[in-house]
């Protein structure tokens, strides 16, 4: 005698493309950061009702940590940029160069989503801003490796202070951030990038 076969419930499907609505929320939240964004913008922008966001992603936190991981281009893909890169110096002028243009499209906020985020008062946001700066250290971290390896093998000056000079790079990064929101151009940014590049240990 066959067993009786168990039904089981397949999950309501989504009647929303999801990759459209969460495009939609990471531009809500890079143009206005997170505390900034309300529910009531969200569902908006995504075209959803309030259950539909949260069935479908959580919570606003989640969303929001969802919609980065988008913005940088996938779990990782940064780190992984950085680590291959044939040389520190290419590493630094890939991360600066992608950060100008990033900034500065013609179909997106002026300047950085992290950046966006960064000031955070609410308890609430708390958890938000730890989870950027991570986000935020590990990429600093990560240039900091990779000009080590360049000392390491003869590429670089041995006395090259290596967290001074990713700090520096990073600070270069954030700061264009700044200047696209307050109106400056990719042309302005891509100089800048140039000037930085230009003092870089030989």
């Known amino acids: 005698?066959?067993?009786?076969?168990?039904?089981?419930k397949t999950g309501r499907p989504l009647s929303f493309d999801r990759d459209a609505a969460l495009e939609a929320a990471m531009h809500q939240f890079w143009?206005?950061?997170f505390e900034g964004t309300s529910i009531s913008?969200?569902?908006?922008?995504?075209?959803?009702?309030?259950p539909s966001l949260y069935a479908a992603f959580g919570?606003?936190?989640?969303?929001?940590?969802?919609?980065?991981?988008?913005?940088?281009?996938?779990?990782?893909?940064?780190?992984?940029?950085?680590?291959?890169?044939p040389s520190?110096?290419?590493?630094?002028?890939?991360?600066?160069?992608?950060?100008?243009i990033g900034n500065t499209g013609e179909t997106t906020p002026p300047g950085c989503l992290l950046a966006s985020s960064i000031v955070c008062s609410s308890v609430a946001a708390a958890g938000v801003r730890e989870d950027l700066a991570t986000i935020r250290r590990d990429v600093e971290l990560a240039l900091r490796r990779r000009i080590e390896r360049d000392v390491e093998d003869g590429t670089m000056p041995a006395n090259t202070d290596s967290e001074m000079l990713a700090g520096h790079a990073?600070?270069?990064?954030?700061g264009m951030s700044t200047l696209a929101k307050d109106?400056?151009?990719?042309?302005k940014?891509?100089?800048i990038v140039d000037s930085f590049m230009a003092a870089w240990p030989q």
């Open 1 to 8: 005698m066959k067993p009786t076969p168990v039904l089981r």
């Open 31 to 33: 143009r206005h950061g």
């Open 41 to 50: 913008q969200l569902t908006r922008a995504m075209g959803i009702t309030p």
């Open 59 to 85: 919570d606003k936190r989640r969303l929001f940590l969802e919609a980065v991981d988008r913005y940088l281009g996938g779990a990782g893909s940064i780190l992984q940029a950085i680590s291959d890169a």
């Open 88 to 100: 520190a110096r290419a590493a630094a002028h890939q991360l600066l160069i992608a950060g100008a």
């Open 170 to 174: 990073f600070a270069v990064l954030q």
């Open 183 to 187: 109106g400056a151009g990719r042309g």
């Open 189 to 191: 940014l891509l100089r």
